[in-house]
Protein backbone atom coordinates (compact mmCIF):
# COMPACT_ATOMS: atom_id res chain seq x y z
CA UNK A 1 0.00 0.00 0.00
CA UNK A 2 1.19 3.17 -0.05
CA UNK A 3 0.94 5.98 2.53
CA UNK A 4 -0.10 9.51 1.61
CA UNK A 5 -0.40 12.41 3.31
CA UNK A 6 -1.70 16.10 2.17
CA UNK A 7 -1.32 19.68 3.17
CA UNK A 8 -2.99 21.90 4.47
CA UNK A 9 -5.86 19.78 6.21
CA UNK A 10 -7.92 22.20 5.76
CA UNK A 11 -8.36 25.93 5.42
CA UNK A 12 -10.97 28.42 5.09
CA UNK A 13 -10.00 31.40 2.52
CA UNK A 14 -11.38 34.63 1.15
CA UNK A 15 -13.01 34.72 -2.34
CA UNK A 16 -10.79 35.88 -5.12
CA UNK A 17 -7.55 33.96 -3.45
CA UNK A 18 -5.56 30.99 -3.96
CA UNK A 19 -4.87 28.08 -2.08
CA UNK A 20 -1.89 25.56 -2.97
CA UNK A 21 -2.14 21.88 -1.57
CA UNK A 22 0.70 19.66 -0.87
CA UNK A 23 0.12 15.93 -1.37
CA UNK A 24 3.35 13.55 -0.69
CA UNK A 25 3.69 9.81 -0.90
CA UNK A 26 5.98 7.63 0.70
CA UNK A 27 7.15 5.81 -2.17
CA UNK A 28 7.64 6.40 -6.01
CA UNK A 29 4.46 6.30 -7.57
CA UNK A 30 4.04 6.89 -11.61
CA UNK A 31 0.64 7.81 -11.40
CA UNK A 32 -1.32 10.69 -9.52
CA UNK A 33 -4.13 12.41 -9.49
CA UNK A 34 -6.54 14.76 -8.24
CA UNK A 35 -10.09 14.47 -7.30
CA UNK A 36 -12.39 16.59 -5.48
CA UNK A 37 -15.68 15.97 -3.29
CA UNK A 38 -18.19 18.68 -2.95
CA UNK A 39 -20.07 18.57 0.02
CA UNK A 40 -22.63 15.46 0.26
CA UNK A 41 -21.62 14.33 -3.34
CA UNK A 42 -19.60 11.73 -4.89
CA UNK A 43 -15.61 11.74 -6.14
CA UNK A 44 -14.36 13.48 -9.43
CA UNK A 45 -11.69 13.42 -10.92
CA UNK A 46 -9.57 16.56 -11.57
CA UNK A 47 -7.04 15.90 -13.51
CA UNK A 48 -4.09 13.17 -13.71
CA UNK A 49 -0.65 14.50 -12.29
CA UNK A 50 2.30 13.83 -14.78
CA UNK A 51 5.83 13.92 -14.09
CA UNK A 52 7.88 16.07 -15.92
CA UNK A 53 5.08 17.00 -18.12
CA UNK A 54 1.80 19.08 -18.41
CA UNK A 55 -1.71 17.35 -16.08
CA UNK A 56 -4.33 15.98 -18.19
CA UNK A 57 -7.07 17.63 -16.73
CA UNK A 58 -10.71 15.63 -17.14
CA UNK A 59 -13.89 17.53 -19.01
CA UNK A 60 -15.02 20.64 -17.29
CA UNK A 61 -11.45 21.23 -15.35
CA UNK A 62 -8.90 23.42 -16.78
CA UNK A 63 -5.08 24.70 -16.08
CA UNK A 64 -5.99 28.01 -15.15
CA UNK A 65 -8.25 27.46 -12.88
CA UNK A 66 -6.21 24.09 -11.49
CA UNK A 67 -2.82 24.93 -11.87
CA UNK A 68 -1.03 21.07 -10.92
CA UNK A 69 2.58 20.50 -10.48
CA UNK A 70 4.14 17.46 -10.34
CA UNK A 71 8.16 17.66 -9.92
CA UNK A 72 8.98 14.01 -8.65
CA UNK A 73 7.97 10.63 -8.37
CA UNK A 74 6.94 11.50 -4.65
CA UNK A 75 4.98 14.55 -4.53
CA UNK A 76 2.09 17.16 -6.42
CA UNK A 77 0.83 19.94 -5.35
CA UNK A 78 -2.97 21.21 -6.83
CA UNK A 79 -3.63 24.90 -6.45
CA UNK A 80 -7.14 26.36 -6.58
CA UNK A 81 -7.30 29.92 -7.98
CA UNK A 82 -9.16 32.75 -7.70
CA UNK A 83 -11.58 30.81 -5.41
CA UNK A 84 -15.58 31.26 -5.20
CA UNK A 85 -17.27 29.44 -2.75
CA UNK A 86 -18.19 26.78 -5.16
CA UNK A 87 -14.81 25.37 -4.71
CA UNK A 88 -15.75 24.75 -1.17
CA UNK A 89 -14.82 20.87 -1.23
CA UNK A 90 -12.53 18.26 -0.19
CA UNK A 91 -9.62 17.74 -2.78
CA UNK A 92 -7.68 14.18 -2.57
CA UNK A 93 -4.80 12.86 -4.22
CA UNK A 94 -4.69 9.80 -5.22
CA UNK A 95 -1.80 6.80 -6.63
CA UNK A 96 -2.43 4.23 -8.26
CA UNK A 97 0.24 1.28 -7.79
CA UNK A 98 0.50 -1.27 -10.36
CA UNK A 99 3.15 -4.74 -10.03
CA UNK A 100 0.46 -6.81 -11.23
CA UNK A 101 -2.94 -6.87 -12.32
CA UNK A 102 -3.85 -8.19 -8.92
CA UNK A 103 -2.19 -5.62 -6.93
CA UNK A 104 -3.16 -2.68 -9.11
CA UNK A 105 -4.97 -0.19 -6.89
CA UNK A 106 -5.53 3.18 -5.90
CA UNK A 107 -4.79 4.67 -3.13
CA UNK A 108 -6.53 8.10 -1.48
CA UNK A 109 -4.91 10.60 0.77
CA UNK A 110 -6.59 12.19 3.87
CA UNK A 111 -8.01 15.24 2.07
CA UNK A 112 -8.27 18.88 2.18
CA UNK A 113 -11.33 20.61 3.48
CA UNK A 114 -11.68 23.84 1.75
CA UNK A 115 -13.92 26.10 2.60
CA UNK A 116 -14.77 29.67 0.75
CA UNK A 117 -16.09 32.50 2.38
CA UNK B 1 -21.27 5.21 -20.39
CA UNK B 2 -20.00 3.61 -17.55
CA UNK B 3 -21.09 4.45 -14.05
CA UNK B 4 -22.21 2.69 -10.72
CA UNK B 5 -25.08 3.28 -8.92
CA UNK B 6 -25.92 2.84 -5.39
CA UNK B 7 -29.72 2.86 -4.79
CA UNK B 8 -29.68 3.30 -1.14
CA UNK B 9 -28.40 6.53 0.37
CA UNK B 10 -28.56 5.07 4.07
CA UNK B 11 -28.24 1.71 5.11
CA UNK B 12 -29.37 0.89 9.17
CA UNK B 13 -28.17 -1.97 10.91
CA UNK B 14 -27.88 -3.36 14.79
CA UNK B 15 -24.96 -4.16 15.82
CA UNK B 16 -23.97 -7.78 15.36
CA UNK B 17 -27.04 -8.22 12.63
CA UNK B 18 -25.52 -8.76 8.85
CA UNK B 19 -25.16 -5.58 6.66
CA UNK B 20 -25.61 -5.26 3.22
CA UNK B 21 -24.84 -2.41 1.25
CA UNK B 22 -25.32 -2.45 -2.80
CA UNK B 23 -23.93 -1.49 -6.01
CA UNK B 24 -24.94 -2.17 -9.41
CA UNK B 25 -22.52 -1.20 -12.18
CA UNK B 26 -22.65 -0.43 -15.98
CA UNK B 27 -19.47 -1.15 -18.02
CA UNK B 28 -18.62 -1.96 -21.47
CA UNK B 29 -16.72 -4.92 -21.40
CA UNK B 30 -14.89 -6.97 -18.07
CA UNK B 31 -15.98 -4.56 -14.83
CA UNK B 32 -13.04 -3.66 -12.80
CA UNK B 33 -14.66 -3.13 -8.88
CA UNK B 34 -13.73 -1.61 -5.91
CA UNK B 35 -15.40 -0.62 -2.80
CA UNK B 36 -13.79 2.20 -0.31
CA UNK B 37 -14.92 3.68 3.40
CA UNK B 38 -14.28 6.74 3.83
CA UNK B 39 -14.88 8.21 8.05
CA UNK B 40 -15.82 11.58 8.80
CA UNK B 41 -13.04 14.02 8.26
CA UNK B 42 -11.38 11.65 6.76
CA UNK B 43 -10.03 10.30 3.22
CA UNK B 44 -11.09 6.97 1.28
CA UNK B 45 -9.84 3.66 2.52
CA UNK B 46 -9.42 0.89 0.08
CA UNK B 47 -11.68 -2.11 1.47
CA UNK B 48 -11.16 -4.76 -1.60
CA UNK B 49 -11.64 -5.06 -5.18
CA UNK B 50 -12.44 -7.44 -7.96
CA UNK B 51 -10.86 -7.84 -11.47
CA UNK B 52 -11.19 -11.50 -12.05
CA UNK B 53 -11.40 -15.12 -10.91
CA UNK B 54 -13.36 -16.03 -7.21
CA UNK B 55 -16.81 -13.89 -7.23
CA UNK B 56 -16.96 -13.97 -3.54
CA UNK B 57 -13.97 -11.33 -2.45
CA UNK B 58 -12.40 -10.85 0.86
CA UNK B 59 -11.21 -7.67 2.11
CA UNK B 60 -10.37 -5.44 4.97
CA UNK B 61 -11.92 -5.15 8.47
CA UNK B 62 -14.52 -8.53 7.39
CA UNK B 63 -16.01 -6.98 4.72
CA UNK B 64 -16.55 -9.26 2.10
CA UNK B 65 -18.19 -8.25 -1.84
CA UNK B 66 -19.75 -10.87 -4.15
CA UNK B 67 -19.34 -10.00 -7.82
CA UNK B 68 -22.47 -10.89 -9.95
CA UNK B 69 -22.28 -10.88 -13.78
CA UNK B 70 -25.73 -11.42 -14.40
CA UNK B 71 -27.16 -9.07 -12.07
CA UNK B 72 -24.10 -6.67 -12.89
CA UNK B 73 -24.14 -6.35 -9.04
CA UNK B 74 -21.44 -5.76 -6.45
CA UNK B 75 -22.90 -5.99 -3.14
CA UNK B 76 -20.55 -5.09 0.43
CA UNK B 77 -21.44 -7.37 2.85
CA UNK B 78 -20.00 -8.41 6.31
CA UNK B 79 -21.49 -10.87 8.46
CA UNK B 80 -21.36 -8.99 11.85
CA UNK B 81 -21.58 -5.12 11.97
CA UNK B 82 -20.03 -3.03 14.74
CA UNK B 83 -20.75 -0.03 15.36
CA UNK B 84 -17.27 0.96 14.31
CA UNK B 85 -18.34 0.42 10.61
CA UNK B 86 -20.57 3.48 10.87
CA UNK B 87 -19.27 5.47 7.64
CA UNK B 88 -19.68 6.42 4.06
CA UNK B 89 -18.97 3.31 1.43
CA UNK B 90 -18.17 4.54 -1.91
CA UNK B 91 -18.84 1.80 -4.84
CA UNK B 92 -16.66 2.47 -7.57
CA UNK B 93 -15.67 1.13 -11.37
CA UNK B 94 -12.19 1.57 -12.93
CA UNK B 95 -12.82 2.97 -17.22
CA UNK B 96 -12.26 -0.07 -19.59
CA UNK B 97 -10.19 2.35 -21.54
CA UNK B 98 -8.67 4.35 -19.49
CA UNK B 99 -7.29 2.69 -16.14
CA UNK B 100 -6.30 5.46 -14.47
CA UNK B 101 -10.04 7.16 -14.59
CA UNK B 102 -12.49 5.62 -11.81
CA UNK B 103 -16.33 6.33 -11.69
CA UNK B 104 -17.83 6.22 -8.02
CA UNK B 105 -21.08 5.93 -6.68
CA UNK B 106 -23.04 8.63 -4.81
CA UNK B 107 -22.14 6.94 -1.85
CA UNK B 108 -23.98 5.27 0.85
CA UNK B 109 -24.14 5.70 4.44
CA UNK B 110 -23.97 3.31 7.15
CA UNK B 111 -25.42 3.29 10.30
CA UNK B 112 -24.93 0.62 13.17
CA UNK B 113 -26.51 0.82 15.84
CA UNK B 114 -25.47 -0.36 19.08
Known amino acids: SAVISQKPSRDICQRGTSLTIQCQVDSQVTMMFWYRQQPGQSLTLIATANQGSEATYESGFVIDKFPISRPNLTFSTLTVSNMSPEDSSIYLC??????????????FGPGTRLTVL | AQSVAQPEDQVNVAEGNPLTVKCTYSVSGNPYLFWYVQYPNRGLQFLLKYITGDNLVKGSYGFEAEFNKSQTSFHLKKPSALVSDSALYFCAVRDTYNFNKFYFGSGTKLNVKP
Open chain 1, 94 to 107: SVRLFRTANTDTQY
